[in-house]
């Protein structure tokens, strides 16, 4: 038997734990801007350009993630995980997968359809173009996206309280699964 069919895969590759801390960090950051950018603090305001060029890279990492993903399984859950949890994990990861995807695009569509609508810079490096799309198309993207970034933060904070159980009172080395240079079970 070849030894690579002997050693049992207990945490995520690599890969998968850069797209995932990577995209966690630019999603906070989205998360701050969004959420302050109509507040009293001027400088947020400034930043909308800094959220847009944000956005479409999570949009890129999301695509890249996910093909990365089909090519590579992740680890299995703990055999102890009750079958609740198991469909909680399970219909989390697919709403992540899908707000990463959703929150992006209706953000480029609410961009898009404004009447002073021009392709923005990303990063200041080069033009996004914008998308064909109406004001009304615009307008319902608008909405979306701004219900979206609250479901999203909800998420969140669902997925950080999930793994911090796993980690300090279930014990069972799932948080260490996605750490890197960690142990699963450390």
Known sequence: MARSALIRIDRYSRGAIWFHWIIAALVLVNLAIGLLHESLLDGVKRAMPLHFSIGITVLVLTLGRIAWRLAHRPPPLPAGMAAWERITAGA???AFYALLLILPLSGWMLVSGKATSKPFAWFGLFDV????????????????????GYGMAALVVLHVVAALRHHFVLRDGVLGRMLPGVSPRS
């Open 92 to 94: 989390t990861h697919a």
């Open 129 to 148: 173009p914008t998308l064909p799309i109406s004001k009304a198309a615009s307008g319902i993207a608008h909405e979306a996206h701004g219900l979206l």
